[in-house]
């Protein structure tokens, strides 16, 4: 099923559900999972059943289950295309000093020599 076809709703609880199926696949409580995420028990009851209200939360869960990693597309650096890795390298060029600055000094004021 395509994850757009659904509603913020839908996607929620079957996130929720998954999360539930990992964490009873791997043995383990709500309580342990709350107290080892530091997150409340309510909140991981309230995250099994779709009402996702905390993103810090849910990704100590997500760390916990070993499930991090399906966030990794979020957090990843784009590659640059050829066409903006160019552009980029040229408009760095453009700004690169070409000369060093003069050093000559004015003498504006005019010593008066004791001589």
Same mark, same amino acid.
């Given at each position: 099923m395509e &994850?757009? @076809? =659904? $509603? +913020? $709703? %839908? &996607?929620l609880q079957r996130i929720g559900e998954k999360l539930k199926r990992l964490r009873l696949r791997q043995n383990i409580t709500q309580a342990d999972l709350a %107290? +080892? %995420?530091q997150v409340s028990l309510s909140s991981v009851k309230k995250i099994e059943n779709g009402q996702i209200g905390s993103f810090d939360n849910l990704i100590r869960i997500l760390? =916990? =289950?070993g499930? =991090?990693?399906t966030l990794q597309p979020l957090v990843e650096e784009e590659e640059m295309s050829p066409n903006e890795y160019y552009e980029f390298v040229n408009s760095t060029k453009s700004k690169l000093r070409k000369r060093a600055a003069s050093t000559?000094? $004015? #003498? #504006? +004021? $005019?010593e008066v @020599? %004791?001589?």
């Open positions: &994850i757009y @076809s =659904l $509603t +913020d $709703t %839908a &996607i %107290a +080892d %995420a760390r =916990l =289950l499930k =991090l990693d000559k000094k $004015t #003498n #504006n +004021d $005019t @020599s %004791a001589w």
